[in-house]
């Protein structure tokens, strides 16, 4: 089941008055339960694609479709509630709440549901569990290690079970033997719950997980092969 | 886990510049509770001294002309049967005293000089209970024997130069139209507090003033209440229960339609206020507006992964505003407990504080601090208002950040 397709996308940035193109043409698609990698130097259009499939960015021209939906159609309130329950996200700076906890980092996408706080604990406690993170669960992220926000983060994005899970450079802050382990730790989420990952790395340690490397090259991509 | 709970979590995130913004609407709090206090203060002093300066609280006519043109020809407005009044006005519980009074215009001459006063006549026995505020500063008050005698204003004894004991000599025009005089011995000079009446109020017992204008009534009643705060009350009883029972005409106006000063004052400082306010606020707008658009400069990233986890637009501002609410509840808390206690320090440490004579008033006063209920918690309300207001416009800053441009926001 083909889960994103990008269809000859296209996306321009204006920097300094100028545009400047950054995706020419790009084509793309993922199957449930697949990981897949994009791989390329700095500004050849990682995270621009990434960004469209979140729907946090959108293309100039071409056909964007995630799970069924044309994202850019939605309203405001129902692309968020798309995001909330059907995407997942994991940033090289972790992006965890601050004021919050480790526990009430990874609640927060369910308490954006409304999901009940009995339920909501249950699955927390689970994925805390699942991250291997229950000992620091009421630490707040400034008193946890990279490798453990990296947890937390991965805990906040797979909480609400979703459908893909995107991450742009999910290593890229970690020590190599941490990296390893968060990569690890992915990879036996997406064999148990069958969740799609796609990342953005320029880390060959992270495409070795996966069974599908784009490469990208200046907006487009250049080659694709299985590792 | 609630947006009032993150936002709360919020603000003790960077708790220096919190305090900062805390600081100043606590200040600016503070400030309006102790100005509203002393303003307060001030005008129940001035409404006191001019209802107990002669005003009384409710005064009695037969006509309405009798309040513009009536001191100057008070024959036309005679009571028929003034006595039966003041019984029934007495039968009221609210009701303290009634004192049957003439005002009437004349000319007072002493050895060299004369002068033009307004002269106030009411039974010596009760001028205590009308005229309590005025402070005899030489000689003495009237006695119920006192015939002929007059207590001068401070202002209108250094005018016509007289001093205690002097003869001086009245003139007035009497009821059938002819000029009177009298000679008339200074018992008392008194300070009234007010310069307008200071510089031409006279003071004689009533006997005395009816003898000298040759009438047997009194144009005027005035009734003293209890409490200020009956006015409205025992002038509704009086114009509805007691005016179509009785066989004479009635009319009765309070003193705050008649305290023309007063009512200056009260507008002069209500305008005070609000400028005062004003400025306040404005400082206090301008602050929060500063401290929330650094916040939002400072999570944009924040703001960008929370719209990425699926935070809608209207999540992002209620945020915002819930943060300027709690800002807006602490500072407004401790600026009206601030307040207070200054209050209470300044009221019982330092005893008040001494205001030299404001405009129009004979003396200066020590002013007390008296918040009133009511406004410490409009001035809490107005602080919570304020700053949810002022948030809105970098909430809305927050709102219009795009997504995957904050996230790329180092």
């Known amino acids: ?227 | 886990m609630s947006t009032l709970f993150l936002a709360l979590r919020n603000l003790f995130r960077n708790k220096r510049r919190t305090m900062l913004t805390l600081t100043a609407i606590t200040t600016g709090i503070m400030a309006l509770v102790l100005f509203d206090g002393f303003v307060r203060y001030t005008l129940w002093g001035l409404q006191e001294s001019t209802i107990r300066n002669g005003l009384g609280h409710l005064q009695l006519s037969t006509a309405e002309e009798y309040f513009t043109t009536g001191n100057f020809d008070p024959f036309s407005y005679l009571f028929t049967d003034p006595d039966e009044i003041t019984k029934k006005l007495k039968v009221l519980p609210e009701v303290k005293e009634v004192v049957p009074q003439v005002t009437f215009s004349a000319t007072l001459a002493g050895a060299d000089k004369s002068g033009i006063v307004m002269v106030q006549a009411v039974p010596a026995e009760l001028s205590r209970s009308l005229l309590s505020f005025r402070n005899i500063i030489d000689g003495r008050d009237f006695t119920a024997a006192d015939r002929y005698r007059v207590i001068l204003a401070k202002g209108v004894a250094e005018k016509i130069g007289a001093r205690v004991g002097d003869t001086l000599t009245m003139m007035a025009v009497t009821r059938n139209g002819g000029l009177n005089a009298a000679d008339m011995e200074v018992a008392g000079i008194a300070s009234l507090g007010l310069r307008e009446l200071d510089n031409i109020q006279v003071y004689l017992d009533l006997p005395t003033a009816m003898d000298f204008l040759d009438i047997t009534s009194v144009p005027l009643l005035i009734t003293v209440l209890e409490k200020t705060e009956y006015t409205g009350e025992v002038q509704k009883t009086i114009t509805q229960r007691l005016k179509p029972k009785l066989g004479q005409p009635l009319v009765v106006k309070t003193w705050e339609e008649l305290a023309d000063y007063y009512r200056q004052v009260q507008e002069f400082y209500r305008s005070l206020l609000q400028i005062v306010r004003l400025i306040i606020m404005l400082v206090v707008i301008f602050t929060i507006v500063n401290t929330m658009t650094m916040a939002v400069l400072e999570r944009t990233r924040e703001i960008g992964t929370l719209r990425a986890i699926g935070t809608q637009k209207t999540g992002i501002m209620e945020l915002f505003l819930a943060e300027g609410l709690w800002i807006g509840f602490f500072g407004g808390i401790f600026g009206v407990l601030m307040g207070l206690a200054g209050s209470s320090f300044i009221n019982t440490a330092l005893g008040g504080i001494y205001i030299p004579p404001p405009p129009g008033m004979a003396e200066g006063y020590q002013a007390f601090f008296v918040p009133a209920f009511a406004t410490v918690w409009q001035n809490l309300l107005l602080a919570v208002t304020i700053s949810v207001l002022a948030s809105i416009y970098p909430a809305l800053k927050g709102v219009k950040l795009k997504i995957a441009e904050a996230l790329r926001y180092i």
Do not use: W
């Not at chain 1, 990981?35 to 990434?50: E, H, R």
């Not at chain 1, 290593?171 to 796609?198: P, S, V, Y």
């Not at chain 1, 320029?202 to 299985?226: C, F, N, Q, W």
């Open chain 1, 1 to 227: 089941m083909v889960l994103v397709a990008l269809q000859d996308v296209y996306k321009d940035y204006i920097m300094a008055k100028t545009r400047v193109p950054v995706l020419k043409g790009i084509g793309l698609q993922l199957a449930a339960g697949e990981m897949v990698c994009l791989m390329g130097p700095s500004g050849s259009g990682k995270t621009t694609i990434l960004n469209i499939i979140g729907g946090i960015d959108f293309a100039d021209k071409g056909r964007v479709s995630v799970y069924n939906q044309d994202l850019e159609v939605m309203s405001d309130k129902r692309l968020s509630g798309f995001r909330n329950k059907t995407l997942g996200f994991i940033f090289q700076y972790f992006n965890l709440i601050p004021v919050l906890t480790a526990f009430e980092n990874i609640e927060y996408p369910l308490v954006l549901q409304g999901i009940e706080k009995k339920e909501r604990r249950r699955r927390v406690e689970a994925m805390l569990e699942a991250v291997g993170l229950p000992a620091v669960k009421n630490h707040r992220p400034d008193e946890l290690s990279g490798g453990q926000r990296q947890r937390v983060a991965i805990g906040r994005a797979l909480v609400t079970r979703p459908k893909l899970v995107i991450a742009d450079e999910p290593t890229g802050n970690l020590d190599h033997k941490t990296g390893r382990a968060i990569m690890e730790l992915m990879k036996e989420m997406n064999e148990k719950n069958r969740t799609t990952f796609i990342f953005a790395t320029h880390d060959p340690m992270v495409s070795a997980y996966t069974s599908r490397i784009l490469h990208l090259l200046d907006g487009a991509i250049v080659k694709e092969e299985k590792p």
